[in-house]
C-alpha cells in the first residue's frame, strides 16, 4: 500500500496520509492526531458541514465498535 502526504483529516482537519489505490467506498486515513481510521465517500461529505466536536464524537463511536471487532475503525453515515 502507498501512501500520501499533505492531506487533510477530514475529521480534524490537520495534516494527514491517505492510502493508495482508494478502496471501494472509502478512504484510509492515517493522522498525528485522529490515528487511523477509514471513512465512507459519503460521510466525508456529510462530515464537510458538521462542528469538530461532533466529527470527533463519530470518530470515538467507530473506535468503539472497532476494538469489539478486532477492525480498523470505520466511519460511515450510520453513526
Known sequence: MTWTDNNKCPVCEGTAKEALPKMGDFTEVICDHCGRFRITDSAVATFAHQEPATKMAVLERAGAIAKET??????????
Open 70 to 79: 478486532g477492525d480498523i475503525p470505520l466511519i460511515d453515515t450510520r453513526l
